[in-house]
């Protein structure tokens, strides 16, 4: 019965009992979950490396700037935003999309979470694509972003 979105048709307790010891991590969760749901989604600007099939779209890998750095960057997307992110891909231009980002555990990457907006962008479109191309690793970046020109 705590929960505002899911109704509970079973007998509910009237009375709860906490530790004190308990209370301080309960205020922290509380605050946490706040600051979580309050978030609005987060501008990336990444160019793909990777994009594997799953089950149900892909997972697409890529180097991102973030925080003016270039990151790894991945993302789970679905069917319509796959057929975007391999455009790009195939073209070698950079996206933009909006969504949650996280950093994984123990690793310098992100994951985009619930992305959305996807948007194909050349250098000639927006500064931050040249910008994250010289800051991406160069072994990765002569091998997987050769500047193409249209016509070539």
Same mark, same amino acid.
């Given at each position: 019965?705590?929960?505002?979105?899911?109704?509970?048709?079973?007998?509910?307790?009237?009375?709860?009992?906490?530790?004190?010891?308990?209370?301080?991590?309960?205020?922290?969760?509380?605050?946490?979950?706040?600051?979580?749901?309050?978030?609005?989604?987060?501008?990336?600007?990444?160019?793909?490396?990777?994009?594997?099939?799953?089950?149900?779209?892909?997972?697409?890998?890529?180097?991102?700037?973030?925080?003016?750095?270039? /990151? #790894?960057?991945?993302?789970?997307?679905?069917?319509? !935003?796959? *057929?975007? &992110?391999?455009? $790009?891909?195939? %073209?070698?231009?950079?996206?933009?999309?909006?969504?949650?980002?996280?950093?994984?555990?123990?690793?310098?990457?992100?994951?985009?979470?619930?992305?959305?907006?996807?948007?194909?962008? /050349? #250098?000639?479109?927006?500064?931050?694509?040249?910008? !994250?191309? *010289?800051? &991406?690793?160069? $072994?990765?970046? %002569?091998?997987?972003?050769?500047?193409?020109?249209?016509?070539?």
């Amino acid at each position: 019965r705590l929960s505002s979105v899911r109704k509970f048709g079973g007998p509910a307790l009237s009375q709860w009992t906490f530790s004190s010891s308990v209370l301080h991590t309960l205020r922290e969760i509380s605050e946490r979950l706040k600051t979580f749901a309050l978030r609005s989604d987060d501008s990336v600007l990444f160019l793909i490396t990777e994009i594997r099939p799953t089950r149900r779209g892909a997972t697409v890998r890529g180097i991102g700037l973030i925080d003016g750095e270039a /990151r #790894a960057v991945s993302m789970n997307v679905d069917d319509e !935003l796959l *057929r975007q &992110a391999d455009l $790009a891909k195939s %073209r070698n231009e950079a996206v933009r999309c909006q969504g949650r980002l996280r950093r994984k555990p123990n690793t310098n990457g992100y994951e985009v979470l619930q992305p959305h907006e996807f948007e194909i962008l /050349r #250098a000639e479109d927006d500064p931050g694509v040249e910008a !994250l191309r *010289r800051k &991406a690793p160069q $072994a990765s970046h %002569r091998a997987q972003y050769p500047l193409l020109r249209e016509g070539s």
